[in-house]
């Protein structure tokens, strides 16, 4: 069994930072892909940032630059650090574990998700 725990998320004025943690039980996090992903109202879900169990990463191409996304698997977490925050990053941001690289779709693990609101 996989649970995920988000937090970090919160309000934050533009060009701001904030940085996610997801902590994961269970053994299979350092075989594991882990993903960011966000939702706006009205919009579906989509990935921000993924990392390989060997450290492969990539972004969304609104995020590069911005938003780095790295892994501690000593202790079964991957963070999201976020930069220059923009309006347009206000979503619930939500924590993935798949497998495979790089990663074609999520995989069957989900957070609860965290809010992030960026506003003055």
């Known amino acids: 069994q996989v649970q995920l725990v988000e937090s970090g998320g919160g309000l934050v004025q533009p060009g701001g930072s904030l940085r996610l943690s997801c902590a994961a039980s269970g053994s299979l996090f350092r075989i594991s892909t882990m993903g960011w992903y966000r939702q706006a109202p009205g919009n579906q879900r989509e990935l921000v940032a993924a990392i390989s169990s060997g450290g492969l990463a990539n972004s969304a191409d609104s995020v590069k630059g911005r938003f780095t996304i790295s892994r501690d698997n000593a202790k079964n977490t991957v963070y999201l650090q976020m930069n220059s925050l923009k309006f347009e990053d206000t979503a619930v941001y939500y924590c993935?574990?798949?497998?495979?690289?790089?990663?074609?779709?999520?995989?069957?693990?989900w957070g609860q998700g965290t809010q992030v609101t960026v506003s003055p």
């Open positions: 993935n574990l798949g497998f495979g690289w790089p990663p074609s779709k999520p995989g069957a693990y």
